[in-house]
Each structure stands twice: as C-alpha cells, then as structure tokens.
C-alpha cells in the first residue's frame, strides 16, 4: 500500500462511512479509500474526530430561533456531541490497540531480526574458520608440492648422471666389443694361416723338419701369447657387461621413481585446484605419512 495519503481523502471517507450510518474506524476509512497504511489513516482519523467534535460543537451557534425549539435543537446537538466524544474515545482506543500491536509485532519483527543478525554472524565465524583451514591445508599442500618439485629436480638430475653414465659405459662397451671381435678376427686369420703354414711344412722334406718344429713352436709361443691376450680382453669384457648391466638397472629404478613423484606431483595438483570447500583438514606431517616416498 502506498503511504503518504492526503488528508482530505481521509476525511472525506470518513465522512461517507459516517453518512452510511457506519462508526469510522481504521479498517473501515482504509476500504472505503482501497489504500493508505493503518498509521497514517489512524492518525489522520483522530483529527478527523477531533475536527468533528468542533464541528458538532460549532453547531450549537444557531440563528434566532424560538426559543422552545432553539432549546430542542441545542438539546439534541449537545447529545450528539457527548455521542461523538464516546465514539472519539473509542476510536482512540481502539487506534491505541492497534498501534500496540503494531508495536508488539515491530518487537517481534526486531527480535527475529536479531536472531537472523546472530546467526548470520555465527555463519560468518564459521565461514572464516572455515577459510583459515582451507588456508592453511592449501599452505601445507603448496608446501608439500615444493618439496615434491625438488625432489623431482634432484631425481632428473641424478637420472641424467646415471644416462651418462650409461652412455658413456655403452661407449666403452662398444669399443671393448670391437676390440674383441677385431682380436677375433686376427687370431682367426693367424691360426688360418699357421695352419696352412703348418700344411705346407708337413709337406717339406724330412731334412727340414727340426726347422720346421723350431718355426712350429714359435708360432705355437706366438698363439699362445695371442690367446692370453683373448683370454685377457675376455676378461675385460665380464667384468664391463655387469657393471653395464647395473647401471642399466639403476637407471631403470631412477627412471621409475621419477615417473611415480611425477604422477604424486600431478594428482596433488588436481587435487588442490578440485577442493571448493575443505571438510577436514589434515597435518602436514599426516600429508607426509600418506605420501610414497615423501620422507626421503
């Protein structure tokens, strides 16, 4: 309802209520205007009474009547007046009882205000213990990732050492194999040819067989020195292609130890970026003890 309505409105709508042999009241006036709020129209309706009273008493000022009929005149108007007074006072009473309760319902109003104010602030001290934890558990977990992004450094840096190290042992290895086969090849191509030599020798005459033993055993000292040295680049080579195959292990774990704080590293990621509202926040020496590897 609008608020503020004029004055005159008021009392003219009193006025008609009062031609309709009805007594003004508040619910009454406000019908018959079809707006107005019951504080506006209850106090412009008790100076409509009041103006009524003077009104009525402004009356009594008659011209020159006779006199038996000025004195009914004035008898009747007086009654009329203590009549409007009696309805003045109730209408008083009756905009007191209304203005109490709307007090009492502006009471009620302030008090339920109230409770909404604590609870709202109550919702509020929550809200900010709320973030302090989210704060801190995003703390810890910015914590822990750095941690894990260093260690994941370290293991980069130590997988590159340890490829380097592999490539450098795959280097030797691959040279010791050349070696080796290059050995091979000349130690087949000298016993192919002493062979022959031996042939041709067994083929000579019986005078030249001394020389032919003296040459047989040279060659054979010279075999013998050439398988030693076989025999040692064969040695050489066990002792390479297990320290090779370690490191190739080693390499392989490093490789795999990376690949697992890389993965720990992502899912601690998302699982920052997906937490809206925090439930429960843990320790970070709890996040520590759930974590693989996190101790090291």
Not at 51 to 57: C, D, F, H, Q, Y
Not at 173 to 200: F, N, S
Not at 217 to 227: D, G, N, S, V, Y
Request: glycine share 4%.
């Amino acid at each position: 309802m609008a608020v503020g309505v004029p004055e005159a409105e008021v009392f003219a709508a009193a006025d008609a209520v009062l031609e309709r042999g009805e007594r003004p009241t508040v619910e009454r006036v406000r019908q018959e205007l079809g707006r107005g709020s019951p504080a506006r129209v209850g106090a412009l309706l008790d100076q409509w009474w009041e103006r009524l009273a003077e009104r009525l008493r402004g009356e009594t000022r008659l011209p020159t009547l006779p006199a038996e009929v000025s004195q009914s005149f004035v008898a009747v108007w007086q009654q009329a007046t203590l009549f409007a007074e009696g309805v003045a006072e109730q209408a008083q009473a009756e905009r007191r009882a209304v203005l109490e309760t709307e007090r009492l319902r502006v009471v009620a109003v302030e008090d339920e205000a109230r409770q909404l104010i604590a609870q709202a602030r109550q919702q509020v001290a929550a809200a900010q213990a709320a973030q302090h934890v989210a704060e801190t558990r995003l703390a810890d977990l910015e914590l822990l990732l750095a941690q894990q992004q260093a260690q994941l450094a370290d293991q980069q840096i130590r997988y590159a050492e340890l490829a380097e190290e592999r490539r450098v042992a795959l280097q030797e290895a691959c040279v010791l194999r050349q070696e080796l086969q290059a050995a091979q090849q000349q130690l087949i191509l000298e016993r192919d040819t002493m062979t022959t030599y031996l042939r041709g020798i067994e083929d000579r005459a019986h005078r030249e067989v001394d020389r032919a033993r003296e040459e047989s055993r040279a060659t054979a000292a010279q075999l013998k020195t050439l398988t030693k040295q076989h025999d040692q680049l064969r040695q050489r080579l066990d002792t390479v292609l297990p320290q090779l195959s370690e490191a190739q292990q080693i390499a392989a774990a490093e490789q795999a130890r990376a690949n697992t704080l890389e993965q720990q590293l992502v899912r601690s990621a998302r699982a920052r970026r997906a937490k809206v509202k925090p439930t429960k926040s843990k320790s970070r020496a709890a996040v520590q003890a759930e974590t693989p590897g996190s101790g090291r």
